[in-house]
C-alpha cells in the first residue's frame, strides 16, 4: 500500500529540497570537533598517600587499572570514621576551643570507570571491624 503526500511537501533528508538542507548552510565548511570542555586533572601522586595504606591503595589502582584517588580518598574517609570525635584540633593557642573536624569525599568519573569497584574496596577494612565487633 503506498501513501500519499501532499505535493510540494518534502521529507527530512531527502535531498536538495528536504529539511537537512535548510538547517545546514552549503557555506559552512567541514564540521569540526568541539575543544575539551575542562582541562585534564592532575593524578593524585604516589607520595601523597599515608605511608601505611600507600602499598594497598597503589597495587589495587595498578590492578584495576584506575586512578590512585579513585580508592585512597573513600579509603582515607573511611579512616577518619574510626577517628571519630577522638582527635580535635586547638585552633587557638591560649584558648580552650575544640575544633573536631569532619572529613568529606567523593569519588567523581564517568559511567563505567569502575568507581563503585573502588569504594567497595576502599570500605572493604572497615566491614572487617564492623563484622569483628558485632
Known amino acids: 500500500m503506498q501513501h500519499d503526500r501532499p505535493r510540494g ?4 533528508g531527502d535531498g536538495a529540497g528536504g529539511l537537512l538542507a535548510l538547517l545546514v548552510p ?17 593524578g593524585l601522586p604516589e607520595n601523597m598517600i ?12 595498578e590492578r584495576a587499572s584506575m586512578p590512585l584517588d579513585f580508592i585512597a580518598v573513600p579509603a ?3 579512616l577518619s570514621s574510626l ?18 573536624p569532619n572529613l568529606w569525599g567523593a569519588v567523581i568519573g564517568r559511567p563505567g570507570v569502575m568507581k563503585s569497584a573502588a569504594i567497595a574496596e576502599a ?3 572497615l566491614g572487617r571491624l564492623v563484622a569483628s565487633a558485632i
Open 26 to 42: 552549503r557555506d559552512w565548511g567541514d564540521l569540526t570537533s568541539l575543544p575539551p570542555l575542562l582541562p585534564d586533572v592532575p
Open 83 to 100: 577517628v571519630g570525635r577522638n582527635i580535635g584540633i586547638h585552633p587557638k593557642q591560649q584558648d580552650n576551643w575544640l575544633v573536631v
Open 50 to 61: 599515608p605511608t601505611p595504606l600507600r602499598g594497598w591503595i597503589v597495587d589495587f589502582a
Open 9 to 12: 511537501h518534502s521529507v527530512p
Open 76 to 78: 582515607i574517609v573511611a
Open 123 to 125: 570500605l572493604r577494612p
